[in-house]
């Protein structure tokens, strides 16, 4: 894998995630292409790994009118505003950018050919609805826990309530 290869990856990958996305930041686009960039299986060489490199690429591309400057944002991190960016007409990418050739050098063992429907988070969705439910039946054990403890303490003092409801009257009749 040549480090040509990783640039041009890189810049493709960028220019595809800023034109599905919008205006980003150098964070954004950075953790975009993150994402994007593990869900296509590229290796590791392949990805930008700090926000300053991600702002390099951009500020790169934006002399090649690949993409351009939007206005500032204000960021709560920071305390200063940060450049927003968005791929011009000329750099719009359509189609995912293929990872760099030689993967085959990582030691990464391929165990089972991957399921096609994956979510965002890499479960099939058949795995991702046992998990709902599994977590709904632990919030349907936690409400019914909740909703004995409220009635146990409704009954509690409802008979706090009528004993000394007993008690007033009592003390009303031995008065008469």
Known sequence: MEPTDIRAYQRQLVLFCLGIHGDSTAAEALELMGNAALEAGAPREAMLLTTAAAAGLLRELDREGLVRRCENRASGRDGRPVATWAVSDTGRVDSMPLPPSGQQQL??????????????????????????????????????????????????????????????????????
Request: charged fraction near 25%; glycine fraction near 4%; aromatic fraction near 6%.
């Open 107 to 176: 030691a990464m063992p391929q165990l089972a050919p991957a399921p096609t429907h994956r979510t965002r988070g890499g479960l099939t969705m058949q795995q991702l609805m046992g998990l709902l439910n599994v977590e709904f039946d632990c919030m349907l054990e936690q409400m019914d826990r909740e909703h004995q403890a409220t009635q146990q303490r409704a009954r509690h003092d409802f008979e706090a309530f009528r004993q000394r409801a007993m008690r007033v009257w009592a003390a009303s009749e031995a008065s008469a």
